[in-house]
């Protein structure tokens, strides 16, 4: 793969030290933008030596070497400084979601587009091998039901819906497009409105697809159960389990080779090099933010 000339990586919290890792593999880091944390300096030092260090994001937006701003910070800030790099020419991989309200996404399109920009939305189980397996699995089989369960604990300085119930979103409207209905079967919080909460999305006349997240939980654990018309399978992690009617258990069908951050990032940086300056991700993300605004106003 052949390397654009320089990235820049603003934020240096746990999911930005990770990009970092990956994205040194297909470029180069020129410059990342921290708040100024002295350990995360320290590892950065340590780890990659040879990139900068910064807390002014104007030394990276007013540089002409960078080509392109990979946005690894707090969700409230992201349509400004997608807007800021946007705005100096710079293309933009922002983690989801791109921005709190869907005007804003149009927003930032508008200006991509205006200046022939790669704008990308890091939806990063989209890239999940496993999850490319489900999708030819849809295509021969065709799935029926399907049900994502999300358990952790943590993240409530943020909007659940937003940070996380965006993922499982990106899922569904892949598999299935946009639902034709939308049920909150439950939800509660303990040191926010929500924390955890029940869907039911239902596409068409026959497929069906259930949605639980719960951000107090004591385990941490995401999987993915799809009922097909032939056979069910279990998304767990980077491993894919089929049901065997014989022995009535599950047996292990196959299994990543590459993180799905690793294949993200690489996907970034392909459309950079092949000059496809894509929207078609900040697309995506409008949908999505457009059906958590609907979500968030559905009262139990």
């Known amino acids: 793969m052949r390397e654009i000339k320089q990235i820049a990586i603003i934020g240096m919290g746990k999911w930005g030290k990770n990009l970092i890792r990956e994205f040194a593999k297909f470029s180069k880091v020129k410059t990342c933008i921290t708040t100024g944390n002295r350990k995360n300096i320290v590892w950065l030092k340590e780890n990659y030596p040879d990139t900068n260090h910064d807390t002014d994001i104007n030394k990276v937006l007013n540089d002409p070497d960078i080509d392109a701003v990979v946005i690894a910070t707090p969700i409230n800030s992201h349509f400004t400084i997608a807007r800021k790099s946007l705005k100096t020419k710079k293309h933009v991989f922002v983690e989801k979601p791109l921005a709190k309200t869907s005007n804003q996404i149009e927003k930032l399109i508008e200006i991509a587009n205006r200046n022939?920009?790669?704008?990308?939305?890091?939806?990063?189980?989209?890239?999940?091998?496993?999850?490319k397996k489900i999708k030819a699995i849809h295509k021969t089989e065709s799935i029926k039901y399907a049900n994502f369960e999300w358990k952790k604990l943590g993240t409530f300085d943020e909007d659940i819906f937003h940070n996380l119930l965006s993922h499982d979103l990106s899922l569904n409207l892949e598999l299935f497009g946009m639902p034709k209905?939308?049920?909150?079967?439950?939800?509660?919080?303990?040191l926010t409105d929500v924390d955890r909460f029940s869907l039911e999305l239902l596409f068409g006349k026959t497929v069906k697809s259930e949605i639980t997240i719960d951000r107090i939980s004591h385990l941490k654990k995401k999987t993915v159960m799809v009922l097909t018309q032939k056979n069910s399978y279990i998304w767990d992690d980077d491993i894919l389990f089929k049901f065997n009617k014989n022995t009535k258990k599950y047996k292990k069908s196959c299994q990543s080779k590459y993180t799905p951050l690793y294949l993200e990032c690489k996907e970034f940086i392909r459309l950079i090099n092949a000059k496809k300056y894509s929207i078609d991700s900040a697309i995506f993300a409008k949908k999505i933010s457009d059906l958590i605004s609907k979500i968030s106003g559905i009262k139990l």
Request: hydrophobic share 45%; glycine share 8%.
């Open 116 to 131: 022939k920009l790669c704008l990308f939305v890091g939806y990063v189980f989209l890239y999940n091998e496993i999850f």
């Open 181 to 190: 209905k939308i049920t909150a079967n439950s939800k509660y919080g303990v």
